[in-house]
């Protein structure tokens, strides 16, 4: 009886274990295609407490295109002319994208270059948990923690 105890518990470890490596599998495909979509579900302001967000905020890269929707909560360094311009919204066909494998996860680097002064950091981890930090010069930082998944869930 000991022994199959011993035999389920190292079953059930090993399939754990395969399901974890078949997740990093499919993240790291979305990441080296550059085809996924960043959702958000809180923002973490450089000055201020974190919020809890709604759906629809989201980052997608899709080859040669980058789309951003996301809110923004801090402090601009310059005026804004129009009320659509107060969140992070924009959609670039020119920018850089440097992925790099670390430890647990990967980093992403994206610098649209239509769009002067904004690089956005992503740290997603191997089970597509994701850190994205937006530093914009005319703005303060801001965080957002969300997940990624395919373009078409």
């Not at 078949?22 to 085809?35: A, E, G, N, R, Y």
């Not at 801090?74 to 992070?88: P, Q, W």
């Not at 992503?122 to 998944?149: K, M």
């Amino acid at each position: 009886m000991k022994n199959v105890l011993v035999f389920l518990m190292i079953i059930c470890s090993l399939t754990g274990f395969a399901n974890n490596n078949s997740k990093s599998d499919s993240i790291q495909k979305l990441i080296v295609q550059k085809s996924f979509v960043f959702e958000a579900y809180s923002a973490m302001p450089m000055r201020g407490n974190r919020i809890s967000l709604g759906g629809g905020n989201e980052l997608t890269i899709s080859g040669d295109t980058l789309k951003v929707h996301l809110p923004y909560f801090g402090v601009s360094h310059t005026a804004t002319y129009h009320s659509d311009e107060l969140g992070i919204k924009f959609v670039s066909f020119d920018y850089s994208y440097k992925a790099k494998k670390v430890k647990h996860g990967w980093d992403i680097t994206v610098k649209p270059k239509d769009k002067s002064g904004v690089e956005m950091n992503l740290f997603i981890s191997e089970s597509g948990y994701a850190i994205l930090r937006v530093t914009d010069y005319r703005r303060d930082d801001i965080s957002f923690n969300g997940h990624i998944s395919s373009i078409n869930k």
